[in-house]
């Protein structure tokens, strides 16, 4: 799987605490992305890193953060969850623009 | 956000058959497309992608045709296998960003 490993897997958590969950990979890959997939909706861009403390917003970043202190993680925080925050999470790495991604196995997020 | 989108959310074909796959896209300036696979329970996997400069594209199996002239993209599968069932998903990537974008995808079920 490209060396990508997300953790955890599986999480259930409550409404109003944070959480964040990690992207880890080893292949020295530029770009890191955080997606979002829901029924209906396909994936949806949360926040992507363009190098070490290089961070953009996507197209649903509201109520994420990220952060990327070292080339080969980068970590989504779910500053207060909420029940729409429920949703299966895919990281994604890319070595260059116009390249493809490879993406993580998913974190499944269960708010209550 | 940009985009894209694809024309059937669900598709069923005949063991053996080829399946046609499309999906349309908005931004002319996109200059890299991405077709992926998911399987139920895995992070998407890549399958071809084509710049802009080409017209089509053959892998195993598979080919990739890109009319940019009506901003269409199609994913064709020879000789469908109960294997190919799954979620296909188009992406693009805009020659001035760093994102890539998805659509809603469609899933292909294989009868055997």
């Known amino acids: 799987d490209a060396g990508i490993t997300q953790s955890p897997r599986h999480k259930v958590t409550e409404t109003g605490t944070p959480v964040t969950l990690r992207c880890h990979q080893t292949?020295?890959?530029?770009?890191m992305y955080w997606y979002r997939q829901d029924p209906g909706h396909g994936l949806r861009l949360i926040h992507y890193s363009y190098g070490v403390k290089d961070t953009d917003k996507g197209e649903v970043s509201d109520g994420y953060s990220v952060s990327r202190s070292k080339t080969e993680d980068f970590l989504l925080t779910l500053e207060s969850a909420t029940s729409s925050q429920t949703s299966v999470y895919f990281c994604?790495?890319?070595?260059?623009?116009?390249?493809?991604?490879?993406f993580g196995q998913g974190t499944r997020l269960t708010v209550v | 956000g940009e985009s894209v989108g694809l024309h059937l959310p669900t598709l069923s074909v005949q063991e053996g058959d080829n399946s046609i796959i499309n999906c349309a896209y908005s931004n002319s300036a996109s200059d890299y497309f991405i077709w992926y696979k998911q399987e139920s329970g895995k992070g998407p996997q890549f399958i071809i992608d084509i710049r802009s400069n080409m017209d089509k594209r053959q892998g195993q199996r598979v080919t990739v045709l890109l009319n940019k002239t009506v901003k269409h993209l199609s994913l064709q599968i020879a000789a469908t296998q109960p294997g190919d069932s799954a979620v296909y998903f188009c992406a693009e990537n805009p020659v001035t960003g760093n994102q890539f974008y998805f659509g809603t995808g469609t899933s292909l079920t294989v009868i055997p």
């Open positions: 292949e020295n890959h530029r770009y």
């Open positions: 994604a790495i890319r070595d260059g623009l116009n390249t493809e991604a490879f």
